[in-house]
């Protein structure tokens, strides 16, 4: 019997489709180029990366996957979105990152493969693109050596978020593309905790990351309600 994959081939595609467009800070990954700084300085507060071996569970085309292994960490990105992958392969080599590599494969089957072998597990922005985040969380969580760091961060359910990240970002503001975001996949935090807790993590740390249109400016707060960022250790 075949294993299913824990991915939603609708959701590979359209990042597959852009995956050109990674590395273009003006374009439509123009949001992760501006939070990148914020999410790597909360890691590595927590985490201190140098010389830490990382891996960054649907990394994409490489922005934090990069940022982390240039603050000294040996980086392994993983994906099932082979061009966003070649993208970032690609990006390595131009940019000469010392430290950081990438593979195609399923964070399951990669838990299997080697259990407790990371100092720290990153999994941004991912949870809400997939169709069954605990089975993520569970596996983060494997991969991660005892006394090791799980960061995650994606998106709460409730009005306030539908208007904000899909009405907001996706339609007025035209800051993702249309679609990028499907209401129905948010995470309320007491789920995301729930899971973490399910899977042996301790929880040290939740934090809310604001948005000022006007500003153009990203900030972190205690403010949940949209976008959230979620510490815990493995004991």
Known sequence: MTETLNAD????AKFSQLAHRWWDPESEF????????????????HARLQGKRVVDIGCGGGILA????????????????????????????????????????????????????????????????VPDPSSVVRAAATLAKPGGWIFFSTLNRNPKSFLFAIVGAEYLLQLLPKGTHEYAKFIRP??????????QLDLVETRGMEYNPLTQRYWLSGDTSVNYLLACRKP
């Open 66 to 129: 990069d940022s982390m292994a240039r603050k000294g960490a040996q980086v392994l990105g993983i994906d099932l979105a082979g061009k966003a992958l070649k993208v970032a392969q690609l990006h390595a080599m131009e940019a000469q990152t010392p430290g950081v590599e990438y593979r195609e494969v399923a964070v399951e089957a990669l838990s299997t493969e080697q259990p407790a072998g990371f100092d720290v597990v990153t999994c941004m922005e991912m949870l809400e693109h």
């Open 30 to 45: 123009k949001p992760l180029h501006q939070i990148n700084p914020l999410r790597l300085e909360w890691i590595d507060r």
């Open 9 to 12: 081939p609708q959701e590979l």
């Open 190 to 199: 007491s789920e995301l905790a729930r899971w973490c807790r399910e899977a």
